[in-house]
């Protein structure tokens, strides 16, 4: 890769994978067509947590094969820096977590350790710990097996994941699968996890890296537009015939990631480390004005236009979780200046 190429559309991206992010846990369309709000919600809106995945495969992950003083310096960075994200996220949310009840099932301990490693410590964190897990994982495997070796291991994880996921029908038939998933639902709640989820995307970000794959921006849409349709189809028919236990992964949501990334990669424009900021904050504070927005609306007698209009939601939740991620990123960046400043003085 070369140190002066720019990646304006992976950044631009970033903002409306973030957002998406924000309607799985609105449903901007329920009130309109649940029909049209499982499409978006719990089909399209998939791809937002594969391609942070895969930002940190392509940009991370190569060095754990080149050099193995990189590949440890590399790793620690990522867990170090996602690490004090996870622990200030977590102590945020402590208070919700404790009303919503997610520690009141069961011992106490393995209860915290669970949702510290695989759950997430409040129901949009899990992504953290999934990232850290996965890329451990994979540091581990690269001391031992090329990339291509562990591109193959990840994709055999993510369809043992999916036997517990949207596939989980399948499961249901086969009696020693559905022990053996049942045994491991007593140690993670869902495979959309570090163990058996984030491997296949960060591997997928390394392999273009390394691979310099490049299409034609045009192949590449059209690629992700003919995955996109039928990870639809698939969506539907599995919703339809009921084998679903959870919405995250799909057989098709590997190639539609390939080719929407390749696409991305496609796109010209100048990088924005701000653009990069202001999707991390909406990621991390969406839940907070998503129960702002409902007390709110429920003390100004406006329920009806900001709760029960799920659009009207939904667009309230993404405005003020934006604007404070907004303000919150200049803040930072300025404080950041200053100290820059007094120590060159």
Not at 28 to 52: D, G, Y
Not at 83 to 90: F, K, N, S
Not at 222 to 241: D, Q, S
Not at 286 to 299: E, Y
Request: proline residues 3%; aromatic residues 18%; glycine residues 8%.
């Amino acid at each position: 890769m070369s140190s002066v190429r720019e990646y304006g559309g992976i950044d631009r991206f970033r903002i409306i994978a973030a957002l998406l992010i924000v309607g799985v846990h609105t449903y901007p369309l329920s009130s309109v067509s649940e029909e049209l709000n499982f499409a978006v919600t719990n089909i399209l809106s998939r791809i937002a947590v594969p391609f942070f995945l895969m930002i940190t495969g392509y940009f991370v992950l190569p060095q754990f094969f080149c050099s193995k003083d990189n590949g440890n310096k590399a790793l620690k960075n990522v867990v170090k820096k996602t690490g004090l994200l996870y622990v200030a996220a977590t102590l945020l949310y402590l208070p919700f977590s404790i009303y919503a009840g997610y520690y009141e099932n069961g011992n106490v301990f393995v209860t915290i350790v669970r949702n510290l490693i695989f759950d997430g410590t409040f129901y949009h964190l899990w992504y953290l710990p999934a990232l850290i897990v996965g890329m451990l994982l994979l540091y581990v495997l690269s001391r031992k097996f090329s990339l291509g070796t562990v591109f193959w291991v990840s994709i055999t994880l993510f369809v043992f994941g999916l036997l517990g996921d949207s596939y989980y029908g399948v499961t249901l038939k086969i009696p020693f699968l559905k022990i053996a998933y049942d045994i491991g639902f007593n140690v993670f709640s869902y495979t959309r996890n570090g163990l058996f989820y984030a491997p296949v995307f960060l591997t997928m970000g390394a392999v273009i890296a390394k691979k310099e794959y490049s299409f034609a921006k045009w192949k590449s849409l059209v690629g992700f537009a003919v995955f996109m349709i039928l990870m639809l189809a698939e969506g539907f028919a599995l919703h339809y015939f009921d084998y679903q236990r959870h919405d995250s992964m799909y057989i098709f949501l590997i190639p539609c990631m390939f080719f929407l990334f390749l696409f991305l990669l496609a796109c010209k424009g100048k990088s924005s480390p701000i653009l990069r900021d202001i999707s991390m904050w909406v990621y991390i504070l969406h839940p907070l004005f998503i129960i702002g927005v409902r007390g709110l609306a429920k003390a100004v007698g406006l329920t009806g236009l900001l709760v029960e209009n799920s659009v009207g939601h939904f667009l309230a939740v993404c405005l003020l979780t934006f604007a404070c991620s907004v303000v919150i990123t200049h803040l930072h960046n300025r404080f950041r200046s200053n100290r820059l400043r007094s120590k060159d003085v």
